[in-house]
């Protein structure tokens, strides 16, 4: 049993305690905005903004400069998706759960590929275009982007976006040794699939 715990948790033993507070911190709220998300509530953004906001000032720590700007990303597009939940569109209604246009699927691919090119060129910029986590990290911010941005307009198509973002990410922390990242995104990968049934019931 310890020889598994060193396993999982071992990396700890040289990070701060403010460091690894800070993380399940982070995770913890990290779950209960992925939850609301899930429940169709807004508090999907508050809690999301307490989360990516202490994962910025980590991730730049630990250098994955791509997830740092997925977390920036995500706390913009959060104070934006806040608004778009809550606007009422006419008197009585505010923005529902609805699929993607075809101007809006085209808008998707073109944030895709723009946020490829910007994390390359940051990552060359820095010179830590040194191993496949490079790789990796790249990808996962651009389908991260693509889903955050669906998420703030409220498309069910976001949840395929942070379903294979998200099995993308639990090996990357896993290997990073950044083990409550990993398996966050562990539970985010089951929330995202259940959330996507949700909305598409409604």
């Known amino acids: 049993m310890s020889e598994i715990f060193n396993f999982l948790f071992g990396q700890?033993?040289?990070?701060?305690?403010?460091?690894?507070?800070?993380?399940?911190?982070a995770?913890?709220?990290?779950?209960?905005s992925v939850w609301y998300s899930k429940q169709n509530k807004v508090w999907v953004f508050p809690t999301g903004m307490i989360s990516t906001s202490i994962f910025v000032y980590l991730l730049l720590k630990w250098e994955l400069l791509g997830d740092m700007m997925i977390n920036g990303y995500?706390?913009?597009?959060?104070?934006?998706?806040?608004?778009?939940?809550?606007?009422?569109?006419?008197?009585?209604?505010?923005?529902?759960?609805?699929?993607?246009?075809?101007?809006e699927q085209k808008?998707?691919?073109?944030?895709?590929?723009t946020?490829?090119?910007?994390?390359f060129?940051?990552?060359?910029?820095?010179?830590k275009w040194t191993s496949w986590v490079a790789y990796a990290d790249t990808i996962t911010t651009a389908i991260f982007f693509v889903g955050m941005w669906l998420m703030a307009k409220r498309k069910i198509e976001n949840w395929l976006f942070w379903i294979a973002g998200n099995i993308i990410s639990i090996p990357l922390y896993f290997y990073k040794g950044f083990t409550f990242t990993s398996l966050q995104y562990l539970g985010f990968t089951f929330i995202a699939i259940f959330g996507y049934l949700a909305w598409k019931k409604t």
């Open 12 to 25: 700890y033993k040289t990070y701060s305690t403010t460091e690894t507070t800070l993380e399940i911190i």
């Open 27 to 32: 995770v913890i709220f990290g779950f209960l």
């Open 74 to 103: 995500y706390f913009i597009m959060s104070v934006y998706g806040w608004y778009i939940w809550t606007r009422k569109v006419d008197e009585t209604h505010v923005t529902q759960i609805s699929r993607t246009t075809k101007k």
């Open 107 to 113: 808008t998707s691919i073109y944030i895709f590929f």
């Open 115 to 119: 946020t490829l090119i910007f994390v």
């Open 121 to 127: 060129v940051v990552y060359k910029m820095f010179d």
